[in-house]
């Protein structure tokens, strides 16, 4: 069970806008960034958004984030067949007893 | 061009150790935190475990406490993690990542393998 919680699938056809979701609580996103990493089959994660809504270079602005209490959302605009991957979030935790990283489940992205 | 490129991993039975490296270069790597984060084969990403650029501060997932220790040596530009009393729920991919300091996760090597089976 991860700690933050995000839908197993998401689809949608060249050129829509699709959104994934990423809930969590006070202790980690309500009061810590959250990050965004694309995993393309077969190969290592890469960072997408950092900072609840930042680019890396090279991120196409087809991708967003954004963040609002203790939830976030990555956005993908224009939809390509080249975005079908796994997308997961992830955000610092504050716990007193046990600090970590924590990451979402993960979401299958199908383009159709 | 930041390079991570892990290496150690391999078939290890329950009970095992395992030393895990990654050799880093591009980047001046005594400047930046460094994590371990894993992958079991058909699952999600995991984290497991966290060291400061001077080694000062080391965090651990609940999983792997007592069991795991990641050091680092940064004249060798070179971080590890050495894993004990392995278990069958250890095997995964194991990736380290670049991390200025609790912020995120910004350059990933490609990963080592671990089984864990008798």
């Known amino acids: 069970q991860s700690v933050l919680t995000q839908p197993p699938s998401a689809s949608g056809t060249p050129g829509q806008r699709v959104t994934i979701s990423c809930s969590g609580s006070?202790?980690?996103?309500?009061?810590?960034?959250v990050n965004w990493y694309q995993q393309l089959p077969g190969t290592a994660p890469k960072l997408l958004i950092y900072s609840n809504n930042q680019r890396p270079s090279g991120v196409p602005d087809r991708f967003s984030g954004s963040k609002s209490g203790t939830s976030a959302s990555l956005a993908i605009s224009g939809l390509q067949s080249e975005d079908e991957a796994d997308y997961y979030c992830?955000?610092?935790?504050?716990?007193?007893?046990?600090?970590?990283?924590?990451f979402g489940g993960g979401t299958k992205l199908t383009v159709l | 061009e930041v390079q991570l490129v892990e290496s150690g991993g391999g078939l290890v039975q329950p009970g095992g150790s395992l030393r895990l490296s990654c050799a880093a270069s591009?980047?001046?790597?005594?400047?930046?935190?460094m994590n371990w984060v894993r992958q079991a084969p058909g699952k999600g990403l995991e984290w497991v475990s966290y060291i400061s650029s001077s080694s000062s501060t080391i965090y651990y997932a609940d999983s792997v406490k007592g069991r795991f220790t990641i050091s680092r040596d940064n004249a060798k530009n070179s971080l590890y993690l050495q894993m004990n009393s392995l278990r069958d729920e250890d095997t995964a991919v194991y990736y380290c990542?670049?991390?200025?300091?609790?912020?995120?996760?910004?350059?990933w090597g490609q990963g080592t393998l671990v089984t864990v089976s008798s």
């Open positions: 990542a670049r991390d200025p300091t609790l912020a995120r996760f910004d350059y």
């Open positions: 591009g980047f001046t790597f005594s400047s930046y935190s």
């Open positions: 992830a955000a610092w935790d504050d716990s007193l007893n046990a600090p970590m990283w924590v």
């Open positions: 006070s202790s980690n996103i309500g009061s810590n960034t």
